[in-house]
C-alpha cells in the first residue's frame, strides 16, 4: 500500500500549485482520499476530502480556493489550490481510509491517527 503525494513547492502569495497523491495497493474507488497539512509549530488540519458516496468537502479556510477531483483510470487524486496565501504555507499530506473515518478526521478534526494509509508529504511555501 502506497500514497506519494507530489507537486508541492514555493509559490508567491496569490499563486497556484496542483498537488497529485497517487495510489497503489489497494482498491481505489473503494477508499475516500483525503488532504491535510501542517504548518511549522501547528497542529495537523484537515483540508479536503472526495469520497464516492460523501461527495467533496473542504475546510472554510481554503473554499472557494482549492479544488479536489480524482483521475480513477490513473488511481490518483488532485488538489488545485489557488490564490494562495502564506497561511497556506505546510507540509501536505494525503491519507486513505473508509469513507467514515476520512469524514470524521477531516470534518471533525478527530481520529486522523487511525486513517490506514498516509503519504510521506509535499511541501508547500507560500511567500508574501
Known amino acids: 500500500v502506497q500514497l506519494v503525494e507530489s507537486g508541492g513547492g514555493s509559490v508567491q502569495a496569490g499563486g497556484s500549485l496542483r498537488l497529485s497523491c497517487k495510489a497503489s495497493g489497494f482498491p481505489f474507488d473503494a477508499y475516500t482520499i483525503g488532504w491535510f497539512r501542517q504548518a511549522p509549530g501547528k497542529e495537523r488540519e484537515g483540508v479536503s476530502y472526495?469520497?464516492?458516496?460523501?461527495?467533496?468537502y473542504y475546510t472554510n479556510s481554503v473554499k472557494g480556493r482549492f479544488a479536489i477531483s480524482s483521475d480513477n483510470a490513473k488511481n490518483t487524486v488532485y488538489l488545485q489550490m489557488n490564490s494562495l496565501k502564506p497561511e497556506d504555507t505546510g507540509v501536505y499530506y494525503c491519507a486513505a481510509d473508509l469513507s467514515v473515518v476520512v469524514v470524521t478526521a477531516i470534518r471533525l478534526g478527530r481520529g486522523a491517527n487511525t486513517l490506514d494509509h498516509w503519504g510521506k508529504g509535499t511541501l508547500v511555501t507560500v511567500s508574501s
Open positions: 472526495i469520497s464516492k458516496n460523501d461527495g467533496v
